[in-house]
T-cell receptor, first 112, second 112 residues
């Protein structure tokens, strides 16, 4: 079966712009989580969605937001981009959340 | 706070030797502990996980042990091979179980 699909794979944006990243979970998985991975901070939790509801949120500013659609696909948005937002953004899906998380290949965002 | 400490940060072993990576978590309510392997430029892949009602779990050359009282868990890799070289991350479920808090990662190098 298909894995977790993230698009686009690479993005270059200018400071101040906004960006939307997409994640399609494994078929049947209803929980989608987002993580930011940087060399300095490692893997940091952004938020988790289940059945279109945000169940948990990490310690990121309000510029980071997300949503989940009825088909479980999720999007993440970052507004007013800063240089420090450059990172690999990973999404992970799970049947119900709580365990069994499978990661996608990520979107590499570069802010210039 | 919610954190997971992971040691060592780098580990070099000879092919055929064993490797042990240790993690300590802060939240006594954590009940799920996965380990991920991430090769350069690739997504994190789940290699083994354990729930808090189990003390040990083994899968071929890989095993994980959990000490709930001390709040620490360890990954053991026996008969290491060059293809085991990667970054290994431990994680613990926190925040009502719907998010994973990751350790900082261990770079494992297996020398042939």
């Amino acid at each position: 079966k298909a894995g977790v699909t993230q698009t686009p794979r690479y993005l270059i944006k200018t400071r101040g712009q906004q960006v939307t990243l997409s994640c399609s979970p494994i078929s049947g998985h209803r929980s989608v989580s987002w993580y930011q991975q940087t060399p300095g901070q490692g893997l940091q939790f952004l938020f988790e969605y289940f059945s279109e509801t945000q169940r948990n949120k990490g310690n990121f500013p309000g510029r980071f937001s997300g949503r989940q659609f009825s088909n479980s696909r999720s999007e993440m948005n970052v507004s007013t981009l800063e240089l420090g937002d450059s990172a690999l953004y990973l999404c992970a899906s799970s049947p119900r959340g709580g365990d069994g998380y499978t990661f996608g290949s990520g979107t590499r965002l570069t802010v210039v | 706070g919610e954190n997971v400490e992971q040691h060592p940060s780098t580990l070099s072993v000879q092919e055929g030797d064993s490797a042990v990576i240790k993690c300590t978590y802060s939240d006594s309510a954590s009940n799920y502990f996965p380990w991920y392997k991430q090769e350069l430029g690739k997504r994190p892949q789940l290699i083994i996980d354990i729930r808090s009602n189990v003390g040990e779990k083994k899968d071929q050359r890989i095993a994980v042990t959990l000490n709930k009282t001390a709040k620490h868990f360890s990954l053991h890799i026996t008969e290491t091979q060059p293809e085991d070289s990667a970054v290994y991350f431990c994680a613990a479920s926190m925040g009502r179980g719907n998010k994973l808090v990751f350790g900082a990662g261990t770079i494992l190098r297996v020398k042939s």
